[in-house]
């Protein structure tokens, strides 16, 4: 891919700004294909160059379009390298979003076994609230389940301490276990 071919790109997009419109092409390439985490650093890294080049010479021809594709022209016809997309052997991998319920439990099995339920339950209040005010659209009825979650965990590890404080201080009595049902969201 040459460097003319983003430029136009970035063109086409009639962004109000420069930055948002990088930031566009930015976005385009790294998704474009399913590349590897090192991959995705090298084209930032890439793209990081090209922008302050482009950047400084857009300036130097007083942000007009003719004059910067006048002097630029060598330059915009040089490459722009990318790298090839590698295919892995086995399965191709999916997106969480897309995935069973099987699998985002053994994907997130580590998550949950290494990290306390009440600091989950925190981190997914604080990530929701800040999802919703970055998207501005309010959805109270998302954060409501949430924060009920939260709160209906918090029954059942009381409730369950203290029927194992019980059963510590009573064993005569033979007790059954207590088993915390909250209603599922």
Request: charged share 30%; net charge positive.
């Given at each position: 891919m040459n460097r003319r071919h983003l430029f136009n790109m970035m063109q086409q997009q009639n962004l109000p700004n420069m930055s948002e419109t990088l930031e566009f092409v930015e976005n385009y390439l790294l998704t474009h294909d399913?590349?590897?985490?090192?991959?995705?650093?090298?084209?930032?890294?890439?793209?990081?160059?090209?922008k302050s080049e482009l950047k400084g010479r857009w300036i130097k021809a007083h942000k007009i379009e003719d004059s910067f594709i006048a002097k630029?022209?060598?330059?915009?016809?040089?490459?722009?390298?990318?790298?090839?997309?590698?295919?892995?052997?086995?399965r191709p991998k999916?997106?969480?979003?897309?995935?069973?319920?099987?699998?985002k439990r053994r994907t997130t099995q580590a998550l949950?076994?290494?990290?306390?339920?009440?600091?989950?339950?925190?981190?997914?209040?604080?990530?929701?609230?800040?999802?919703?005010?970055?998207?501005?659209?309010?959805?109270?009825?998302?954060?409501?389940?949430?924060?009920e979650?939260?709160?209906?965990?918090?029954?059942?590890?009381?409730?369950?301490?203290?029927?194992?404080?019980?059963r510590n201080k009573d064993d005569a009595s033979k007790r059954t276990g207590h088993v915390c049902r909250s209603r599922s969201i």
């Open positions: 399913d590349y590897l985490e090192e991959q995705r650093k090298e084209i930032k890294h890439n793209f990081s160059r090209f630029n022209s060598a330059w915009l016809e040089e490459t722009f390298t990318i790298p090839t997309v590698v295919q892995r052997p086995g999916k997106m969480f979003g897309k995935a069973s319920d099987r699998t949950r076994s290494a990290v306390d339920v009440e600091v989950l339950t925190h981190a997914a209040q604080v990530k929701l609230r800040s999802w919703r005010e970055n998207r501005c659209f309010p959805s109270p009825e998302r954060h409501h389940y949430v924060t979650a939260g709160h209906q965990i918090k029954k059942c590890i009381r409730y369950a301490s203290a029927g194992r404080k019980n």
